[in-house]
């Protein structure tokens, strides 16, 4: 695949989310894939990492609490071989009332037309006050 493939991969990623189909994000993903959420098992309740079948059911949670599902953009990118970085900012609300804005850094290794791995670093302190306190 080329760099521009590569690219259009990773932001399907998120489109997928902002389309409200969460069977278009993991369709992205290899069978094989490992997503890493930031934190540190023990430490924050979901962080670690997930292979695709548990990595579905926490986004399915995190959907299912969402009123109107999650709008995710892509601010920047930066891309070399079968890496593809993104910059991207969430945006939504919870049942609850509370509001889920935060900012990524994702790292994607592309391999074979999929995604095969995926580390995300966000604003943990913001995730926790939202999702967990």
Do not use: C
């Not at 890493?36 to 962080?47: A, I, L, M, N, W």
């Not at 709008?71 to 891309?79: D, F, I, L, Q, T």
């Amino acid at each position: 695949m080329s760099i521009e493939d590569n690219v259009d991969l990773a932001r399907r990623f998120y489109e997928g989310f902002t389309n409200n189909d969460l069977d278009a994000v993991m369709a992205t993903l290899a069978d094989d894939a490992r997503f890493r959420v930031p934190g540190k098992p023990g430490e924050f309740q979901s962080g670690g990492w997930y292979d695709k079948a548990k990595l579905r059911k926490l986004f399915e949670f995190m959907l299912s609490r969402m009123k109107n599902g999650l709008k995710m953009e892509v601010v920047s990118v930066m891309a070399d071989g079968n890496r593809v970085a993104l910059e991207v900012i969430s945006e939504g609300e919870l049942e609850n009332g509370r509001r889920y804005n935060n900012e990524y850094f994702v790292l994607f290794k592309i391999v074979d037309g999929n995604i095969k791995e995926v580390r995300e670093y966000n604003d943990t302190l913001h995730a926790y006050k939202v999702w967990i306190e």
